[in-house]
């Protein structure tokens, strides 16, 4: 919260009357926190918590994510709900924030032990959710499998199917380009943001951390536009390849993690580079020291502190977008501002993701499939306007240049706007 609230002085100063609403943000609207009981292959009862955060639902349906890791607690998903409001605002759509998950963790676990654990989620969660209240999506631990599975439930607990989930699969309402879209967006962004300095990705050295599902599609955008991805990690360690990532084996890669499921050190022993083995805490070290042009934090929270970030300034980096969300500290932000990199914050370049979950409740309200062309122009075009108006309103603040003020005063002004207009401060 302070990472916002701290850009947001000259909107206070230019409008005092947003005071009460800075007041008011912070709170969720509603926190949903329930039991859920799943029995594992063996026949031994488990219970997990499960939670929803309505954030803010001023300017639309509360809309975020479920995460399932053992690290989720109500603490992290109010962070993540608070990042949502201002992201879903960004977007330009008509999607209000909230997050959402559980402390389960889903690594080593079999399908049937997967689906169980889904079930009995929505079980809970569908009473609080609908198509024009609540819409969720997938987030780390949370991929096509178990929005299927989620899907599933609500349309039998609900009786109908709507749009009541995105990241659908294609055969039930998803949207092409779904899947793609928080990892292209990322690199759209960082396109943008790399031309204001007239540089871009071609021949560019690339570092991105995790190796999910926006890893692996910040890997594909890169490649498309020319650049040289050299490094994936997962919770275990972190791979670089020095000969880059290319197509053929990113797509081994997308069947080790999406298929296999299994361990991100495999790619060094059947590809023959280097492998790091994590250290305790925090957990994806090294991985920055790497000598690349460009950052792509891709796994999760906290992930550069401020050493990490000095280390890519003295390699010589030039932009660190965020395709997680707050994989930078405050320290490592701080850093790179000091130095003169360019710095994009997650709520504005991963935005990509949750826009084209916004796309597929547009196309889901009206029953209608748009191609995968068109889809990407619109994810496209709106990372465009994302970049530009972050820009334009951090120049109208007088902080040119810095992402992060002009994305969390842009955010907040819309929904502020809306929750003084709607009497609900
Ligand atoms: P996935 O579950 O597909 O992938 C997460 C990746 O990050 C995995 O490689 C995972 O490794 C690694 N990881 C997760 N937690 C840790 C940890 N504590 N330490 C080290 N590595 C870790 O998730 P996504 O790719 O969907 O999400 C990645 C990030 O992007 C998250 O911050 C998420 O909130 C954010 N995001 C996602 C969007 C989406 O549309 N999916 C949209 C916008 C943001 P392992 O498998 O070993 O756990
Ligand atoms: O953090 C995020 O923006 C997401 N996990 C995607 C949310 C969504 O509703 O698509």
């Given at each position: 919260m302070e990472e916002v609230l701290d850009s947001l002085g000259p909107v206070i100063e230019a409008h005092p009357d947003y005071l009460p609403v800075v007041k008011s943000i912070v709170e969720p609207e509603r926190i949903i926190q329930f039991r859920v009981p799943w029995y594992d292959d063996e026949g031994n009862l488990h219970v997990n918590r499960g939670f929803r955060i309505q954030m803010n639902g001023a300017i639309g349906p509360y809309k975020g994510g479920l995460r399932f890791h053992p690290s989720v607690n109500q603490s992290i998903l109010k962070f993540l709900a608070f990042e949502q409001v201002f992201k879903n605002s960004l977007t330009g759509l008509p999607m209000g924030g909230g997050k959402g998950g559980s402390d389960f963790n889903p690594k080593g676990r079999s399908d049937s032990e997967v689906r169980r654990f889904c079930q009995s989620f929505m079980m809970e969660l569908w009473r609080h959710i609908g198509a024009n209240l609540d819409v969720p999506a997938g987030d780390i631990g949370v991929g096509g499998r178990e929005i299927g599975f989620l899907f599933g439930m609500y349309r039998k607990l609900a009786n109908e199917f709507t749009g009541v989930l995105t990241g659908k699969g294609l055969s039930y309402g998803g949207s092409l380009i779904r899947p793609e879209a928080t990892g292209y967006g990322t690199v759209y962004f960082a396109r943008e943001m790399l031309a204001t300095r007239d540089k871009s990705f071609e021949g560019a050295k690339v570092a991105i951390s995790g190796s999910g599902n926006v890893a692996q599609f910040a890997?594909?955008?890169?490649?498309?536009?020319?650049?040289?991805?050299?490094?994936?990690?997962?919770?275990?360690?972190?791979?670089?390849?020095?000969?880059?990532?290319?197509?053929?084996?990113?797509?081994?890669?997308?069947?080790?993690?999406?298929?296999?499921?299994?361990?991100?050190?495999?790619?060094?022993?059947?590809?023959?580079?280097?492998?790091?083995?994590?250290?305790?805490?925090?957990?994806?070290?090294?991985?920055?020291?790497?000598?690349?042009?460009?950052?792509?934090?891709?796994?999760?929270?906290?992930?550069?502190?401020?050493?990490?970030?000095?280390?890519?300034?003295?390699?010589?980096?030039?932009?660190?977008?965020?395709?997680?969300?707050?994989?930078?500290?405050?320290?490592?932000?701080?850093?790179?501002?000091?130095?003169?990199?360019?710095?994009?914050?997650?709520?504005?370049?991963?935005?990509?993701?949750?826009?084209?979950?916004?796309?597929?409740?547009?196309?889901?309200?009206?029953?209608?499939?748009?191609?995968?062309?068109e889809v990407d122009r619109r994810l496209e075009e709106i990372m465009v306007n994302i970049h530009r108006n972050a820009a334009d309103t951090a120049a109208k603040y007088g902080m040119e240049g810095n992402y992060v003020a002009g994305a969390n005063i842009a955010g907040f002004l819309k929904v502020a706007e809306a929750m003084e207009a709607q009497g609900l401060i």
């Open positions: 890997v594909e955008k890169v490649l498309d536009l020319g650049g040289k991805p050299v490094t994936l990690s997962d919770s275990s360690g972190f791979i670089h390849d020095s000969n880059g990532i290319d197509r053929e084996k990113l797509a081994w890669v997308m069947d080790l993690k999406n298929v296999r499921r299994g361990r991100i050190k495999e790619y060094a022993e059947h590809f023959g580079c280097d492998y790091t083995e994590s250290q305790p805490e925090p957990n994806l070290n090294g991985l920055w020291g790497a000598d690349v042009d460009i950052a792509l934090p891709c796994a999760t929270q906290n992930e550069i502190n401020g050493e990490e970030a000095k280390m890519l300034v003295d390699n010589g980096c030039i932009a660190v977008a965020e395709g997680a969300n707050m994989p930078c500290t405050p320290e490592a932000v701080e850093c790179f501002h000091e130095n003169g990199l360019l710095f994009a914050p997650g709520k504005a370049s991963n935005a990509g993701g949750v826009a084209t979950s916004g796309l597929e409740m547009s196309q889901n309200s009206l029953r209608l499939n748009w191609t995968r062309e």
